[in-house]
């Protein structure tokens, strides 16, 4: 399902919201470490409460509080009674991905993960904390620092039947073993013939955070979603985190799971029985009758948080987080485009040839004549990303335009 579009850039407020139903399928180094120093920022509730762990910075902390009060989600809001009601048990994101890892290795001695300080140390995020004192130093390996030997490493642990997490302690890293990944983990099993497979999962963090500069604040969606034989999937709550990174370990193909920076102290309930998400699957965050947007990872709160604007303006927007980054889920968007017929594309990735293009491209050639207006596409700018946080604010999108960019869709 290849896929392509254009959009605006913006700056991007940093907030936080938990106010969402995602519930659909059951069953934080010793490198580079101005990445880590700034893991925790903020804790936001189910209920949308949000705990501040700042380092002192009380402006900062004023500036997350007043957006926070001004996020929302669902159509119909929930009240924070009815969340704490709710079985099952709270977890930070970060804590989730550890989770479904963990359930994956008790499950099958075949899963291992390995990658910079994944071991002892945790991971630059602690997805990967306590698991090395559990499982040992030969099932969580801790590798030089050496992209392309581990990445490729992995790649060939995967061929001879193990089924390894490989993590980027940040995923602009992983551009140093894009030929592991394009020519090996992607296209081993075509140019095998089908001797192997490779079930194989890279993933680690990324996105713009606050202030990490241009090389730790790549997207690399755009790098990656050419590359045949590759599915990527990117979360965004903690119920999805967890269920994708089981399916992913599952999957018999080779998966990029994208993580965001500013998401991984996102707290949500979560089922106490086992579950998984489907890879290739949408979610419907949000139903509604007057436009289409589509959104993924740290997007879907901009987005949410544009939608209180929109709702008392009189609009009654669809929001659809579409998680699965190839292929697409051109049924559940199919479906809402039908219904709408119009469509908003909201991202963080980059303008020219991002996620964006190719969902543009796909929509048109599949939903051509469904179409009531030309598909708008909010993106990132094409420009490196600032240090100074005035500036990176403003090379992404800000909950503003997307409200301006529905009201003259819908006019």
Known sequence: MATIFQGLGGGAATALTNSFDSKKLLLPSTRRSHSERKVSFSVVRSDGSVNLNLGGSSARARRVDQLITNAVATKADSSAASSTSKPGHELLLFEALREGLEEEMDRDPHVCVMGEDVGHYGGSYKVTKGLADKYGDLRVLDTPIAENSFTGMGIGAAMTGLRPIIEGMNMGFLLLAFNQISNNCGMLHYTSGG?????????????????????????????????????????????????????????????????????????????????????????????????????????????????????????????????????????????????????????????????????TAAITENFHDYLDAPIVCLSSQDVPTPYAGTLEEWTVVQPAQIVTAVEQLCQ
């Open 195 to 359: 001797q192997f497979t490779i079930p194989v999962v890279i993933r680690g963090p990324g996105g713009v955070g606050r202030q990490l500069g241009a090389e730790h604040s790549q997207r690399l969606e755009s790098y990656f979603q050419s590359i045949p034989g590759i599915q990527m999937v990117a979360c965004s709550t903690p119920y999805n985190a967890k269920g994708l990174m089981k399916a992913a370990i599952r999957s018999e193909n080779p998966v990029i799971l994208f993580e965001h920076v500013l998401l991984y102290n996102l707290k949500e309930r979560i089922p106490d029985e086992e579950y998984i998400c489907n890879l290739e699957e949408a979610e419907m965050v949000r139903p509604g009758e007057h436009v289409t947007i589509l959104t993924y990872s740290r997007m879907r709160y901009h987005v949410m948080q544009a939608a209180k604007t929109l709702v008392n303006k009189g609009y009654d927007p669809e929001v659809i987080d579409i998680r699965s980054l190839k292929p697409f889920d051109l049924h559940t968007i199919g479906n809402s485009v039908k219904k709408t017929h119009r469509v908003l594309i909201v991202e963080e990735c980059m303008r020219t040839g991002g996620i964006g293009a190719s969902l």
